[in-house]
Structures are given as structure tokens and as C-alpha cells.
């Protein structure tokens, strides 16, 4: 599908979520705004909040960030995709769409988040899409086991400094040669940047406007 026949579908859909007045009631096992400095204790335990679905759905992947995923994409062609941080199901509708002969593995804590998403994969013709949820550090050790090696992986969750270089460290041996690794909001925090920089130092990189690319 020519991508901007895919990125009208998503947008379209978008669009219809950020016009509703419903209210979802969530379980955030992430970092929060920048401002909120969440303890690790915070993180784990999770923060219940209560938070618009017209919000949810206007983060995330937008066109684009979707773009610069398709030209990883024509350069990789995965077969095997994981995501940590489902939220509404737009980047994985996009990957979905730009790939839909993979299979994508994707990860949400909040209960509510993937059942919107779930929709959203269903409204949109995504089949080939398996939400798991669950806080990322329980769910991944034994995803990686059962459905590694990994082509393309998409973390975009939980923006704290150490947690992404504990998934950067996890994720890594279960990516094939050839692949690539794409980390979201880099500079959402000082902590985010610095993560960064001590990923990318180590790699073959690319540096996109809010999100970076290693290649393995």
C-alpha cells in the first residue's frame, strides 16, 4: 500500500478519536511528563490516572515519524517486529500497514490503551498484530525468549533514562544482524538525551528529529 494512501486511513481514524469525549482510566508504569519525576517505586507500582482518549490519541506516530519508519523499513524489510508501547495502536497500525507480511509483538500496560488499540488494529485491517500486556520488565524477558530474533524493534514507552538502557541492553542480543533498533522521544528529558548519546555512541546511527535509529 503506497504510503499515502496508509498514512490518510490512520490519520482519518485518528482524527475520529480525538474528536470523542470519553475518559480512559489507565494504569501509567511509564515516566509521566517530564515534570512529574516519578520515583522508581512510582514506575513499578504504576500510577492510576484518568485521562481523555482525544489526548491519547493525539501522541504517538504521526506521519512524520511514519515516514522515516518506512524508509528504515525499505531498507530492512522486517519480518519481525517488536514495540514496547502500544498506547492507541498507531505505530503499529503504521508498521502493520508498511509491513504486512511481518509479524509485530507489541507491548501495553495499561489494560484500557489496548483495547482501544485492538479496535483501532480492527477498524484499520491490521491482523498481523499481538498486543501483550503487562509492565514492559515482565513482559519481555519471556517474549524476547519465545519470539526473538527480532528484524526491527520500536521502544516508545516508559521515557526514563535507566529503563531505556536496560531495554536497549535486554533487546539487543535478540536483534538480527542486519536489523535495526529505533528509540522514540530522545529528547523528551535530560535523561532521555542521555541515553541516547551513550546508545548511539556505540552504533551505526541515525538521528531524526525526536527519535534515533541504530543499525545492526
Not at 475520529?16 to 517530564?34: N, R
Not at 512524520?64 to 519480518?79: G, L, N, S, Y
Not at 482501544?116 to 509492565?135: D, E, K, M, Q
Not at 536483534?175 to 548511539?200: H, K, L, P, Q, Y
Amino acid at each position: 500500500m503506497v504510503l499515502e494512501h496508509i498514512i490518510e486511513r490512520i490519520e482519518s481514524r485518528r482524527k475520529e478519536l480525538q474528536d470523542s469525549h470519553a475518559i480512559l482510566e489507565i494504569i501509567d508504569y511509564g515516566a509521566g511528563k517530564p515534570e512529574d519525576k516519578r520515583t522508581k517505586e512510582q514506575m513499578q507500582e504504576g500510577v492510576c490516572v484518568q485521562v481523555p482518549l482525544a489526548q491519547m490519541a493525539s501522541i504517538g506516530v504521526k506521519p512524520d515519524k511514519a515516514t522515516q519508519i518506512a524508509e528504515i523499513f525499505a531498507q530492512i524489510k522486517p519480518q519481525r517486529i517488536l514495540e514496547l508501547g502500544t498506547c492507541c495502536g498507531f505505530s503499529s497500525s503504521y508498521m502493520s500497514l508498511l509491513a504486512p507480511s511481518a509479524t509485530i509483538d507489541t507491548i501495553e500496560g495499561a489494560p484500557s490503551l489496548a483495547d482501544v488499540a485492538r479496535n483501532n488494529h480492527s477498524i484499520l485491517g491490521c491482523a498481523n498484530i499481538t498486543i501483550h500486556i503487562g509492565r514492559f520488565d515482565v513482559v519481555l524477558p519471556n517474549l524476547l525468549k519465545s519470539h526473538a530474533p527480532f528484524d526491527f524493534v520500536f521502544v516508545d514507552g516508559h521515557h526514563d533514562q535507566q529503563a531505556t538502557l536496560s531495554y536497549y541492553t535486554q533487546i539487543l542480543p535478540f536483534v538480527r544482524g542486519g536489523g535495526a533498533m529505533c528509540f522514540d522521544d530522545i529528547a523528551w528529558s535530560e535523561g532521555m538525551r542521555t541515553a541516547w548519546a551513550e546508545i548511539a555512541q556505540k552504533h551505526k546511527h541515525t538521528d531524526y528529529d525526536r527519535m534515533g535509529a541504530i543499525w545492526l
